[in-house]
């Protein structure tokens, strides 16, 4: 197996490449030995709208039994599903199988063992399964099969969850032909809101745009549908649902930490004090907002499965990424999930006289770049962060949290290493257009350097 489909918080590749069939079948052992190791009998799997995934799925299902693994099916699903699913049902764990925002050919795994999203040593310690090092399944009769519908019941529980204010909303939702708008859909029009709708059909060959709301192109469809029909906001989703994008009335995009900012003041105002979490590419603004609204603002590494077990350790109500992931524990479980984020934005609107524009005006004005992507060798993307820490370090404050958060003294530039792609993520803030440019200049102009040599 190639090394590389390990990474951080998931097994992810390309399929007919890394995940044929034969492939998929051995980590379908490896992870069913690894729970049956750590004393799991009944886990769930879902899957989302790729081509390859039904396959995937029964090949789980396959290995898993032979490992003496219980399977309850739940069908093709949005990952925030399969995780409303290891929290509510008897189950021991749980694998999504999804490629998430990558392009059609890639598919993966996510694991969850108990109510835990698997990442770093876990993820290694099944390569190590599959690779021979050990192997481990549950004595007695082969593991049993059953399918079950949750969707209704996760709608019903979200629903719950709300509270709308009297104001009517109308939204246009760019589900991307990805998962999102299977749960988004229904839970939005049960909350009175009218929806313009952007292809809401899954298709794993994503016909009309790439489903990842934090390219900007990929937006520009919702943010039209936007202006064109007078919404008061629209919401896009990624591939498999967890990621939430959004674009305000004058179709501005609030990227995920901007977001952060409206959702941290509406939980604190509820939970005084608080602990709110964001990762490493978020504004400063972001960390002195919470600060200043009597929160207790925790910088850390991006990456779902990473935030998750940092909120469950400080308790942590709230956490988000500049991605758009969205995790809240206030009046839900912790996990990452755009339908449900959305029905929190929109219960911040229906209870405010104000359009979602004016509830951020107040912001200090701050230049930004959105996140940058460079294409960068899987095997050096690592040694070029560490390389570009050791020589900022020498004359400036860096922070190496995940990856290099260079300080300047009119702003900020990020490198770090993406964990499921062959790229390096940049992004840089500061207190005005010359800074951004001059900050810019001077830390990518070096990165891309490191990558030529």
Known sequence: MNKNIFREYDIRGIVGEDLTDQTVAELALAIGGFFAQNNA?????????????????????????????????????????????VY??????????????????????????GKQTLFGSQIQEIRAIGEGASVGTREGERGGFREINVIDAYCADVLSRVSFGPRQLKAVVDSGNGMGGVTGIPVFKALGVELVELYSEPDSN???????????????????????????????FDGDGDRIGVVDETGRIIWGDELMVLLSRAVLAENPGATIIAEVKCSQNLYDDIAKHGGKPLMW??????IKAKMKETGSVLAGEMSGHIFFADRFYGFDDACYAGA????????????????????PETYSTPELRIDCPEEKKFEIVQQISDEFSKTNEVITIDGARIKFENGWGLVRASNTQAILVLRFEALSEEALVEIREIVEGRVNELILE
């Open 41 to 85: 009998e009944k886990v769930v799997i879902g899957y989302d709208a790729r081509e390859s995934s039904p396959g995937f799925a029964d090949l789980l299902t396959r290995g898993f039994n032979d490992a003496g693994i219980d399977v309850v099916s739940i069908g093709q699903v949005p990952t925030p599903v399969l995780y409303y699913s």
């Open 301 to 306: 590494k991006a990456g779902h499965s990473l």
């Open 88 to 113: 509510t049902l008897k189950v021991d764990g749980g694998v999504m199988i999804t490629g998430s925002h990558n392009p059609p050919n890639y598919n993966g795994f996510k694991i969850c063992l």
């Open 344 to 363: 929190r934005v929109l219960e911040i609107l229906s209870k405010s006289g104000k359009p979602l524009s004016e509830l951020l005006s107040d912001l």
């Open 206 to 236: 994503f016909p009309n745009h790439h489903p990842d709301p934090t390219v900007t192109e990929n937006l520009n469809d919702t943010i039209t549908a936007v202006m064109g029909s007078g919404a008061d906001i629209g919401i896009a």
